[in-house]
C-alpha cells in the first residue's frame, strides 16, 4: 500500500493554468477508474473536487478538471484563483479492495 | 444538511485501546459505506479503514490491521473505530467520511473535522 506520488509543491499566477499529477501503479491508477482529488486548506476538512477520474460533483467550480493516462492521473485547475491556494490529495481504489492516498501537493498561487 | 462529528480521542499511552465515534446526521446513514481517515500533525491524508453500508466487507490499511476494527450501529447512526495497541505513529487526526459510490468507488463526499488522537508515555 504505498502512497501515490504526487509533487510536493507547485505554484501558479493568478489566470494561468496547472496540472497536478498523480503516479500509481497497475493495481490502482492503471487498473480502475476510481481516482479521486481532494482540497484541503489549513485546519479545515477535505473537500471532494473530482471523482471516477473525470467527475465533478455539484458545486465545484468547472475550472477543475480531471484525466488519466495509464498509471498518471492529472488534476487541472484552469483559471487559477487566490482561493485555490490549498492542499491537493489524489486518492485510487486498490485491486486489494483498499484506498490509497497521495502524498499531497500544496498549491501556492503567487 | 450532512453532518459527521468525531468524538472519543484524547492523550493516550502506547499499548493501550481507544475507541473512537462518529455520529452521522442529515442522511440516511444505513445507505452508505463509511472509511476513517487519518492525518498526522504537518502530514498528508492516510486512509485507514472502510465498512460497506450493510457492513458486510471491512477492510483495513496494512499499517492497522489486526489492530484496529472498523463498526457501525445503524440504529444510532453512528460509526465507531476501535484502536487497540496503539503507537506512538497512531497519533494523528481522525476524520470519518462517507462514501456515496458504489462497492468499490470510494468517494468520499462528506467529512467530519476529526478527532485528535496523541499516543505518548
Known amino acids: 500500500q504505498s502512497a501515490l506520488t504526487q509533487p510536493a509543491s507547485l505554484s501558479g499566477s493568478p489566470g494561468q493554468s496547472i496540472a497536478i499529477s498523480c503516479t500509481g501503479t497497475?493495481?490502482?491508477?492503471?487498473?480502475?477508474?476510481?481516482v479521486s482529488w481532494y482540497q484541503q486548506h489549513p485546519g479545515k476538512a477535505p473537500k471532494l473536487m473530482i471523482y471516477?477520474?473525470?467527475k465533478r460533483p455539484s458545486g465545484v467550480s468547472d475550472r477543475f478538471s480531471g484525466s488519466k493516462s495509464g498509471n498518471t492521473a492529472s488534476l487541472t485547475i484552469s483559471g487559477l484563483q487566490a482561493e485555490d491556494e490549498a492542499y491537493y490529495y489524489c486518492s485510487s481504489y486498490t485491486s486489494s479492495s483498499t484506498l490509497v492516498f497521495g502524498g499531497g501537493t500544496k498549491l501556492t498561487v503567487l | 444538511q450532512v453532518q459527521l462529528v468525531e468524538s472519543g480521542g484524547g492523550v493516550v499511552q502506547p499499548g493501550r485501546s481507544l475507541r473512537l465515534s462518529c455520529a452521522a446526521t442529515?442522511?440516511?446513514?444505513?445507505?452508505?459505506?463509511m472509511h476513517w481517515v487519518r492525518q498526522a500533525p504537518g502530514k498528508g491524508l492516510e486512509w485507514v479503514a472502510v465498512i460497506w453500508y450493510d457492513g458486510s466487507n471491512r477492510y483495513y490499511a496494512d499499517s492497522v490491521k489486526g489492530r484496529f476494527a472498523i463498526s457501525r450501529d445503524d440504529s444510532k447512526n453512528t460509526l465507531y473505530l476501535q484502536m487497540n495497541s496503539l503507537r506512538a505513529e497512531d497519533t494523528a487526526v481522525y476524520h470519518c467520511?462517507?462514501?456515496?459510490?458504489?462497492?468499490?468507488?470510494?468517494?468520499?463526499?462528506?467529512w467530519g473535522q476529526g478527532t485528535l488522537v496523541t499516543v505518548s508515555s
Open positions: 497497475s493495481s490502482d491508477v492503471g487498473g480502475y477508474n476510481y
Open positions: 442529515g442522511f440516511t446513514f444505513s445507505s452508505y459505506g
Open positions: 471516477d477520474v473525470t
Open positions: 467520511a462517507r462514501d456515496i459510490g458504489t462497492s468499490n468507488q470510494y468517494i468520499l463526499d462528506h
